[in-house]
């Protein structure tokens, strides 16, 4: 996000000093393509430069063309498909990875500044808006978009929209606020996470250290996240409390919603001891088998960071199953 953050502020400041600037988005890709839908970059004519739309010789051939496009004045938009195959007869893209993408260029023009600034302010306040690009130029609103993923339809190169959300659709929750979740945060913060932490100790120093968290929430009792944290197809959730206790009580409070992750850091031991006593009690076998416990991809990870690094991991190969 904060990627994405500087790219339109990069656009906004532009417009303000009234340099050309082009923006490039991807607007639909398929396979093993390295710019999804929704990555989009901004070059200036002041050779200032933010955001990637997939990076390699791909995107380094896209900027070198907004730049002389930029240089000959032109403002003419347009759409171009990239094939990642070195066999491909028309669209090459000159890498190799068998996918591929398809990529607007589209000079920003000083009329949509007022827009900008709207899509700054909602990522600022964290909340979610609606962009549409279409050959009728840029537009955004304050609201979200009906579809879920981003959309694009094309007729003709006069005849095609793109659509998307705008802002934090994931949103990581991390109960306990220790070493591994101070160690979490600042890796998550960098992969448009909407980090929230909870905690009950409120001048725990890793707390008090964590600038990386969107939210830090202060609880009397871990019984609580029930009604803190909410079910949801785009929630993943970790706990990693200071203790079997406490992890034992968030967990109670929120086994019976549904996230697109839900992990538990702990011993293979404390995690066979916790699943027992719960399936003694008459919880059903389903809802722990969908826990990913103990957290994180087994790579032998002992430091905070190396942890951070495994339940990351693990994270994404969660998320880009579906994404």
């Not at 023009?109 to 279409?134: D, F, M, N, V």
């Not at 702990?266 to 059903?284: L, N």
Request: proline share 4%.
């Amino acid at each position: 996000m904060k990627i994405q953050l500087a790219t339109w502020q990069l656009i906004n400041n532009c417009l303000q000093q009234q340099v050309p600037v082009m923006l490039l988005y991807v607007l639909q890709s398929h396979g093993s393509s390295p710019g999804r839908p929704g990555f989009f970059m901004a070059v200036a004519a002041n050779g200032a430069m933010e955001g990637s739309i997939g990076g390699g010789i791909m995107e380094h051939k896209f900027v070198e063309m907004a730049r002389e496009r930029l240089r000959q004045h032109e403002d003419e938009t347009t759409i171009r498909k990239q094939v990642h195959n070195k066999n491909a007869v028309k669209d090459q893209s000159g890498m190799i990875c068998s996918g591929e993408q398809t990529i607007l260029l589209y000079r920003v023009k000083q009329e949509e500044a007022p827009a900008i600034q709207q899509i700054i302010t909602c990522l600022q306040q964290h909340r979610q808006g609606g962009l549409q690009l279409s050959p009728e130029g840029l537009h955004f609103r304050e609201s979200f978009m009906p579809q879920d993923e981003p959309y694009f339809e094309m007729t003709d190169e006069n005849n095609w929209v793109y659509q998307e959300n705008t802002g934090y659709r994931s949103h990581l929750f991390i109960v306990g606020g220790g070493h591994c979740a101070l160690a979490l945060s600042r890796l998550m913060s960098t992969m448009n996470f909407y980090i929230h932490v909870y905690d009950d100790r409120p001048e725990l120093h890793t707390i008090l250290q964590n600038d990386y968290a969107d939210e830090i929430c202060m609880l009397e009792d871990y019984s609580q996240l029930a009604e803190k944290i909410s079910a949801g197809h785009h929630h993943y959730v970790v706990v990693m409390t200071f203790g079997y206790r406490t992890d034992d009580i968030a967990i109670r409070a929120l086994l019976n919603k549904k996230f697109r992750y839900f992990g538990i850091m702990g011993s293979k031991s404390k995690i066979e001891k916790m699943f027992e006593v719960y399936i003694a009690e008459g919880f059903k076998p389903e809802q722990l088998y969908n826990l990913y416990a103990p957290v994180g991809l087994p790579v032998n990870s002992h430091t905070p960071e190396e942890i951070a690094v495994s339940i990351a991991a693990e994270i994404i190969q969660v998320k880009n199953k579906e994404d």
